[in-house]
């Protein structure tokens, strides 16, 4: 077959191919660099010298495509690394993938780079004046783990239309979503490739007023929150970003991990923002998250947010509306981490109907909305279960299960990792929620290593019994105790339900030890007795779930559908 199972990396291939496709490993570190033009450690540095020097300098148009994790293109410490590329290779584009379409096993961001006339010696900078950027929101399939068919096409069959990037048909290209990016902005700018960094606001044509959002809405910043004034007890909510994830707080901000005191708040002369202020991250990686939030109640939030207090001609539910529409990213600065100034948002036009076209809007958008939270409730309340008649026998947990103690140091690892906190596992359910990728950069502290097939159980508070069936690979909280079977028989995901049973969770209660921050001892855990099934009955009951599970399947759909029309809704504003 030609195939070999080796590390690539520590046999560099010279020039040996035409073309070279590949969707190379992300974020691994490699002790072969020395072999390298630019030595380093940096797994996603080498492999894509790797690519560049396979290509045959003599072939037509040599040329390559390669997937790499999108911090490729921005990250401070691989700016030579992409310098060297658009000095060894001309450039075409860049195609911004959707964060999820690699899922179930990795949701890291990704791209692909395309460049031809690789290692010819004449590179991008002499001659092209630019590359074309595209940014793809679907590929036609659900961006979650199920990755279930869309009856909508696919972005890509746009870029497909126009993949000779030919310059004669530069005008369709851009009406059909492509993007210019010249060299000489990226050159300025650390050469750095992400396109919407270099994205400027197309005018408006809407039938309604344009106005600058600096005209309608007062905007601010918030507060320094030092960490010894955390935690304390308070009326006033003292909102950081992380408190976008806590559930039930999708829309409207409700629930704080923060409060301070009314006291507290005129001793550090915080002024109290109102209820309805609109707010968002406003630097760092937060902001690719694009989240927006509404103010149920007065509160604080910290430095890390931006406020939007409407006046009278602009309703803060419709702001809300049209942010959403809004990729808050091509507001950030092109530094490292970005931010976002008061200065551009209030420069940003938006359309303003007048107001009761604005409370007709939010009349109709709330209906979907209302739509879209009765099938999430449908979802919430319905938890997988195993019952089980009392006389099945029984076992120790660790008969059958290990703990997996392997770690590792984000200190000596550099780009993006799949990263579970007790925070991304949802109580009861095992679902995962909020984003689990990140930077190793950001990451403190040592972190344990799982695989796909292993059990996520949280130790920490088991009251809230956070128990994950993995089907991924990354890093975790060391308050999570990573669960690996011993035995074949034995199915994980049918055992990580049965391990969320509350029949289980009662008796994980009666070990844990600590006050303020209960845990449960692993060794206790790995003695308790859990039900012993044959694979066949295992593979039985979890069918049958996953029956359950399918009929929950049409509420997701629902969720999708609304929420296109409400998007839709939202487009027509801008008439797009």
Not at 163 to 188: C, S, T, W
Not at 398 to 410: Q, R, Y
Not at 565 to 572: A, V
Request: aromatic share 10%; charged share 25%; with cysteine.
């Amino acid at each position: 077959s030609n195939i070999h199972m080796k590390d690539s990396l520590a046999d560099p291939v010279d020039g040996e191919y035409d073309v070279v496709i590949t969707n190379m490993p992300y974020s691994q570190t490699t002790k072969h660099g020395v072999r390298y033009d630019l030595p380093s450690s940096n797994g996603d540095s080498i492999c894509v010298q790797h690519c560049i020097r396979a290509v045959n300098a003599a072939a037509p148009e040599g040329r390559m495509a390669i997937v790499v994790p999108e911090g490729f293109l921005f990250r401070k410490d691989l700016a030579r690394v992409r310098e060297y590329l658009l000095e060894r290779c001309e450039l075409r584009s860049v195609i911004s993938l959707p964060q999820g379409v690699f899922l179930p096993y990795t949701g890291v961001k990704t791209d692909i780079i395309y460049a031809v006339n690789v290692n010819q010696g004449h590179g991008t900078f002499s001659g092209r004046k630019y590359f074309w950027y595209f940014d793809v929101k679907s590929d036609g399939y659900t961006l979650n783990n199920q990755r279930r068919k869309l009856d909508t096409p696919s972005d890509l069959t746009r870029y497909e239309e126009y993949r000779r990037l030919d310059d004669e048909q530069r005008e369709d290209m851009i009406r059909a979503g492509f993007e210019v990016i010249p060299f000489d902005r990226v050159r300025e700018n650390g050469f750095l490739l992400v396109g919407n960094r270099y994205r400027q606001q197309k005018a408006i044509s809407s039938k309604y007023d344009v106005v600058s959002i600096g005209d309608v809405v007062t905007l601010v910043n918030g507060y320094t929150f030092p960490l010894d004034m955390q935690g304390q007890q308070g009326t006033i909510p003292f909102y950081k970003i992380s408190d976008m994830n806590i559930d039930g707080n999708e829309i409207e901000m409700f629930m704080s991990n923060n409060y301070v005191s009314e006291d507290t708040a005129r001793l550090k002369k915080w002024e109290v923002f109102p209820p309805d202020t609109v707010i968002f991250p406003k630097c760092g990686a937060a902001i690719g998250t694009n989240k927006k939030r509404i103010l149920s109640a007065p509160a604080l939030f910290n430095s890390n947010i931006m406020g939007m207090i409407c006046g009278d001609n602009i309703l803060p539910k419709y702001l809300l509306l049209l942010l959403s529409s809004i990729d808050i990213m091509q507001w950030a600065s092109l530094s490292n981490p970005p931010t976002i100034t008061k200065e551009v948002v209030a420069g940003y036009k938006i359309p303003l109907p007048p107001l009761e076209v604005q409370r007709s809007i939010i009349a109709e958008l709330e209906g979907y909305q209302n739509i879209i939270s009765g099938a999430r409730q449908v979802i919430n309340n319905y938890s997988a279960s195993i019952r089980l008649d009392r006389n099945t026998g029984t076992i120790r947990l660790g008969d059958i299960f290990e703990a997996v103690s392997d770690t590792v140091d984000p200190k000596t690892k550099s780009g993006s990792v799949v990263y579970v906190g007790l925070e991304n596992i949802k109580s009861g359910t095992g679902e995962f929620t909020g984003t689990l990728e990140g930077e190793y950069e950001n990451i403190r502290s040592l972190k344990r290593q799982f695989r796909p097939g292993d059990i996520l159980f949280g130790k920490l508070r088991p009251a809230l019994n956070k128990v994950a069936f993995a089907d991924f690979e990354g890093i975790c909280s060391t308050d999570i105790i990573v669960l690996r079977s011993k035995d074949r028989e034995v199915l994980p995901e049918f055992y990580s339900i049965l391990l969320r049973d509350n029949d289980f969770n009662a008796m994980v209660l009666n070990g844990v030890s600590g006050g303020q921050l209960p845990r449960v001892d692993i060794d206790y855990l790995l003695d308790l007795p859990v039900q012993i099934l044959s694979l066949e009955e295992q593979q039985k009951i979890l069918a049958e779930i996953k029956r359950e599970q399918s009929l929950i399947e049409p509420s997701r759909q629902l969720i999708e559908i609304f929420s296109r029309k409400i998007q839709s809704r939202i487009n027509d504003l801008w008439e797009q």
